[in-house]
């Protein structure tokens, strides 16, 4: 059962295309000066069933995660230890937040495979390696939070990577987040046209967005490259999350509205009340006329 399947294949078993649910908010964007465009992930170049990073949005099921253990060859399938907890991903994974929010991290990000290490000790397993825990945490994420590529994506990268903006990621992710963005590219992130030094990832920083040092963070990153906030636009799909520390970082924003199932408004929260995007895409393709 073990080393049968590799991360790719298990990817391309898994995973298939994703139809867009149109939303309803009004489109309004013009023609701006932008040396850097920093981008979100899932629910902006990625469509995502959950609209964000499957710990931070994603229900899990108990089915997924027995069939994750599968994959990885952690067990045959239906070979179950006798009393299988319920939820004990999840636990685990509420359990580390509230250690990390004990340690003054307000928004704490957890390692997807610290916690996939911890879980299947608790299940009495021994014997494994780290290829099999990311198979297991691929297999589950792929499950309970499927993805595809926003259309246009490919040649809305092009076209800004001719235009000479350097082009940057700061998003809530997991180890297994450059993977899959590198599969649907089919290059590496660098070879797709992203700066290697202004991709900030969640997982990394052990903190998630809304968490203003990642922003701080990617500030310093630009000020290196000789970029202002005001010449940067950052596109995100969420309100709170991207839009709000976006604006608070002096860059210009844009909403991305592309999806009705990852467009995050949070209408009720009282923050959002006078937090406005600078701009309100549904399409890719509306980045490069924004720059023209």
């Given at each position: 059962m073990r080393g049968n399947i590799t991360e790719l294949q298990l990817l391309h078993r898994l995973l298939q295309p994703l139809p867009l649910v149109p939303t309803e908010l009004p489109v309004s964007f013009a023609p701006t000066n932008a040396r850097g465009i920093v981008f979100d992930i899932y629910g902006t170049l990625l469509s995502s069933s959950a609209g964000d990073v499957g710990p931070d949005a994603a229900t899990g099921n108990e089915a997924s995660f027995?069939?994750?253990?599968?994959?990885?060859?952690?067990v045959a399938n239906g070979e179950w230890p006798c009393r299988f907890p319920t939820g004990i991903l999840e636990q685990a994974v509420q359990e580390e937040r509230l250690k990390r929010k004990a340690e003054g991290v307000v928004y704490p990000e957890i390692d997807i495979l610290h916690i996939?290490?911890?879980?299947?000790?608790?299940l009495g397993f021994t014997d494994f390696s780290n290829s099999m825990l990311r198979l297991a945490a691929l297999s589950y994420e792929c499950r309970v939070n499927p993805i595809w590529p926003m259309p246009g994506l490919c040649k809305m990268l092009s076209c800004l990577v001719r235009s000479g903006v350097l082009l940057?990621?700061?998003s809530n992710a997991q180890f297994y987040t450059p993977l899959l963005l590198e599969m649907f590219l089919e290059q590496s992130l660098v070879g797709a046209g992203f700066d290697e030094e202004l991709m900030v990832w969640s997982y990394q920083e052990k903190r998630g967005k809304p968490a203003f040092e990642l922003?701080?963070?990617?500030n310093t990153r630009l000020e290196h490259k000789g970029i202002a906030p005001e010449e940067v636009i950052y596109v995100g799909n969420d309100m709170r999350k991207d839009i709000f520390p976006a604006n608070r970082a002096g860059w210009q924003t844009v909403l991305f509205a592309g999806d009705t199932r990852s467009l995050r408004l949070h209408p009720d929260d009282p923050d959002m009340g006078d937090e406005y995007p600078d701009m309100v895409i549904n399409a890719l393709s509306q980045l490069v006329a924004i720059l023209t």
């Open positions: 027995r069939e994750a253990l599968v994959d990885a060859g952690f996939w290490h911890q879980v299947v000790v608790r940057g990621i700061l922003f701080a963070e990617m």
